[in-house]
C-alpha cells in the first residue's frame, strides 16, 4: 500500500556492543518476557519486535490486546531510539500515540519502530504493527507515533 | 492538584444488567486476567480498574511496563464508553494518546477511564492512571486521551 | 458534564512581572494577532485565550476552522507551562493530540490550558476549547493533550 | 532519511470531477486563503498543500506558528481521505496527533498527507511538513497522524 508499511531494504549493522545492551534490557522487561516478545531485527535507528497471538493475551473477541500490541510497538520504537544514545543513557517513552487500524486477528505479530528525528534530549519515532498470517502476508493492524527521551542511566541496570 | 485528578463524588449507579455485561466482557479479555487487572468501580461514562505491581510485568527498571500502564488506562476508558452504549453493541478503541508523566514505581496502580462526550458512533474519553503508595498517597503517572467506536456486537461474545 | 470542563475557581495570582512577559510573548506571535486572538486569563499554571469566529477563519461549512481552534489550544498550554518557567526559559511544543468534539460554531471560544505535571525539562498539559453560545452557554469543541519543553530562551526575544 | 520522507513517485491521476470538488472545497476554507495556501498536488489517497512564510504567520521568533503548520497538516490528510469518498460525502476531522521536529524557520513549507487506511467511516492518515531552503532542500519540520470520518454531506457546500 504505503511507502510507509514496506520495512527498510537496507540498513548499516548495529554495533554489537550496541546489540547486545539492547537485549540485555529486553531480557530485563520481564513483561516483555511473559508476552513472548521476540527480538527480530536491530539497526541503526530501526528495530523489530515479534509476537505471537497467545490464548492469554486476547482481548473480548480472541484477538490479541491492544495492550499487548501498543507494548511491542512502543518498546520497538523505544529501542529504536536507544540504538542512537551514548552508552550512558537510557530511554524512557515520553508520550505516544496508537491508531489501531485493524482487528489483531493475526497468529504472529511484527512491530517496526524507527527514528524520525533525534535531537539532543528527544527522539521522535514512528512506527507500524503487522499482523502477519499463515501464508505470510502482512496486513498494517497500528500506527504509532512516539516522544522518546534520553536519561542519565539508572546505575545497575539499563 | 488539578481537578482531573480527582475521581468523581458523586455518579448515578449502573444498571446492574450493564454491569453484568461489562463484568463478562472483562473477564473475557484474557490479556487483563494474565495481567491480574480488578474492575473498581463501574458508574454511568465512569470505570475504575485496579493493577497490582509485580515482578513478571516490569520495564528495565523494574518499575510497571508501559505496556501494562497502557492496558488499563485504554480498557478503562472503552468500558466508560460501553456503559452508554445499547446492549448490542460493542466498544472498539479506534486511537488513543498516552503520556507517561511519572515512573510507574508503585505498588498499586488505578485507572480511571470517563466519557467526555459520546457521539452516534464515536465517544471520545480521558482517563488518567494513579499510582498508590503504600500509605494510601495517590500520584498521577499517566494522562490518556482516547477515541472509542461503537460497532454491532459480534455474536456469541462481548 | 465532567470535572473536566469546569474551569477552576481558586487559583493564585501570577506574578505581574510573568504576567508581563507572557503578554509581550503573546504579541510577538503575529498569527495571533492575525487570528485575534485575546488573553482572558493568566494564572500560574493556567491560561485562557479568546477567539471571535470570523468570516475569514472558516473552515468550508462556515464554522472556524480546526488550525484557529488548535492555534488557541496549543498556545493556552504553551503558555500556561511558561507561567512556571524562570525567566531565562522560552517554551517549545514538543508534541500535542487534539480530539475535535463538536463543530465550532460558535460566535466565540475560549481555550483553557492548564500544567497537569512539570518536570525540569517536560511539561505536561491538557486543555479545552469551549464554544460560547449568544446567551453565554459554553458547549466542548476540542480537546488537547500535550507536552511542552523549556528550552533557553533566544536572545532578544521570547 | 526515513522512507516516511520522501514523496511517492508513482500515483495514478485523480478524477478531474473529484480534483474539481477538492478544490472548490479548499477554496471556501477562508483560513486556508487567510494563511495562503496552495494545493500543490491532488492524487489518489495523497494531496500536498504549501504555505509562504509570512510576517504576520509567525510565533514569538519568527518561525511560522504551530497552528499554521497544523492547519495545512490537518487539511492536507482530511483532504487526502476526502479523494476516496464517494460524492455524497464529506470529510470531518476525528483527531490528531502533531509532533513538531524542527523549526519552521524556512521560507516555503509543503505539507503532505496520505491515506494509510480506510474503512467505511473512519480513514487514517498520515502526513509530513517538510520546510523548503532556499536552494529548494527539504526539511522535515512536523508529523502528523490522523483519524478521518467520512459524514454525509451538508447541503448547498462541501
Redesign the interface.
Known sequence: ??????P?TERAELAPETASRIRA??A????????GVSVERLAPGYVELGLASR????????F?????I???A??ACGYAAYTGFPEDR?V???????????PAAHPEFVAAG????SGR??T?C?GEVYGIAEDGERQ?VA?I?A?M?AVTR?SG??
Open positions: 500500500m504505503s511507502h510507509d508499511e514496506a527498510p534490557s529486553i530485563r522487561q520481564t513483561l516483555l518476557t511473559t508476552l490464548a492469554d493475551l486476547s482481548q473480548q473477541h480472541g490479541v490486546h491492544a495492550g499487548a501498543t507494548a511491542i512502543d518498546s537510557d524512557l517513552t515520553v508520550d505516544f500515540s496508537m491508531s489501531l487500524v485493524a524507527r527514528v524520525i528525528r534530549t528527544l521522535i514512528r498494517l500506527l507515533q516522544t527521551m539508572m541496570n539499563a
